[in-house]
């Protein structure tokens, strides 16, 4: 087998592997009309209408996140806000830590892969991205940078996510 053959098979699973879109890492915006609303192990993307609270996140060049810890009920709905307020692109991902490290793999591998998801924001230096997301399940949770070498160098952060009070 080939090395272009190699590369396309790595290629395919990672198209099998993650969501994809019409943007690559360099769009900042959302397209127009609703999120994909698809459940997963973290949450599914929420609706705005339903959102109370908005947390704003800065990332910088020193592959941080501020804050870089968030606590969450089960079934509320965020509207997290994230400014890059760096030189460099950024990005901000949830998931588990298990998806993140398999998709920070990728990356590596395909730093130019498109791709985009609800639980997704790719942030040019000095803009701003915005999630809405329900945390519909309890459990700790990440989110990432996952830029090549942004997420090996410690651009991570944590959710929280609280169960719901036994009624």
Known sequence: MGTTDVRRRGLVAALVLLPLGAQAHGDAHKPAGPAKRE??????AGDARAVRRTVDVRMTDTMRFTPDRIAVREGETLRLRVHNTGRLMHEFVIGTPATLDEHAKLMEKFPGMEHDGPYMAHVPPGRSGEIVWTFNR???FRFACLIA????????GHINVAPRAAR
């Open 39 to 44: 459940q997963t192990d973290w949450g599914i």
């Open 138 to 140: 309890a459990g700790d």
């Open 149 to 156: 070498g942004h997420y090996a160098a410690g651009m991570v």
